[in-house]
């Protein structure tokens, strides 16, 4: 099998034992976009979960793949329209001063 395809087996294949710690909406949370975090279980367990009950495996939020499943990348290419940062053909001055994302004129 190709290992550029990402779909859930490959995902499974190459990532099925590295532990994530899914979250779910919570309306009463304090925490950030109310996501409370759910027990530990491993990317393969997750993947189980999500294609028995989509509904109720909460969410893999935020998780950081270029350090969390390396795996995953060694084959990963940019397409080139997506390989230059056009922000940088842009004048410091045009920039949001926090973000860095372009002002609109």
Same mark, same amino acid.
């Given at each position: +099998? $190709?290992?550029?395809?990402? $779909?859930? &087996?490959?995902?499974? =294949? =190459? @990532? %099925? $034992? ?12 304090? +925490?950030? *976009?109310?996501? &409370?975090? =759910? ?5 393969? $367990? ?11 495996? %909460?969410?893999?939020?935020?998780? %950081?793949? /270029?350090?969390? @499943?390396? &795996?995953?990348? *060694?084959?990963?290419?940019? /397409?080139?329209?997506? *390989? *230059?940062?056009?922000? =940088? ?10 973000? %860095? ?5």
């Amino acid at each position: +099998k $190709d290992k550029r395809v990402w $779909d859930t &087996e490959t995902i499974v =294949q =190459q @990532c %099925g $034992d590295h532990v994530i710690t899914p979250r779910v909406f919570d309306k009463t949370s304090t +925490k950030w *976009a109310g996501l &409370e975090d =759910q027990a530990p279980m491993t990317v393969r $367990d997750f993947m189980s979960s999500y294609k028995n009950n989509p509904t109720s495996t %909460g969410y893999l939020f935020d998780w %950081g793949l /270029p350090k969390s @499943c390396t &795996e995953l990348l *060694a084959n990963f290419v940019v /397409p080139k329209y997506f *390989a *230059a940062d056009y922000l =940088q053909s842009f004048e410091v001055h045009d920039r949001h001063p926090v973000s %860095g994302v372009d002002q609109p004129p």
